[in-house]
């Protein structure tokens, strides 16, 4: 199944640089690194990046993650995924571009679900 993480320029390169990163300032905060479903992705970006050009999208693997993944009821009573050890390079089985079109991030068609 696979899960999202929108990050910043410069929290991308520093995963590349790095081969792992504990995340962006907000995951660093909660103890966690914040991931989206699918169907979740696109209010997070909303909710925490709205306005914001220049950013990724990864696609995780939850099967890569072990039981250092945890879901959790978070924002609207939803669960949510949580990676509770530094997030690496090899976990992402994909990265691209989050461009921002009109005032909203437009992500790809066709994103894999994930359920919990």
Do not use: C
Not at 1 to 20: Q, T
Not at 77 to 84: C, I, N, S, T
Request: hydrophobic share 45%; glycine share 8%.
């Amino acid at each position: 199944m696979m899960i999202y993480k929108i990050f910043r320029a410069d929290e991308w390169a520093h995963l590349r640089a790095n081969g792992e990163t504990a995340g962006a300032p907000i995951d660093i905060a909660d103890g966690y690194v914040h991931f989206s479903t699918a169907t979740q992705a696109a209010e997070t970006a909303a909710k925490h990046f709205a306005g914001e050009d220049g950013l990724m999208l990864l696609a995780i693997d939850t099967d890569r993650l072990s039981d250092d993944l945890k879901w959790e009821v978070s924002r609207g009573d939803q669960l949510f995924p949580h990676l509770y050890r530094p997030l690496k390079m090899a976990d992402v089985v994909w990265a691209q571009p989050l461009p921002l079109h009109g005032g909203a991030h437009q992500f790809p068609a066709g994103l894999e679900e994930a359920s919990a």
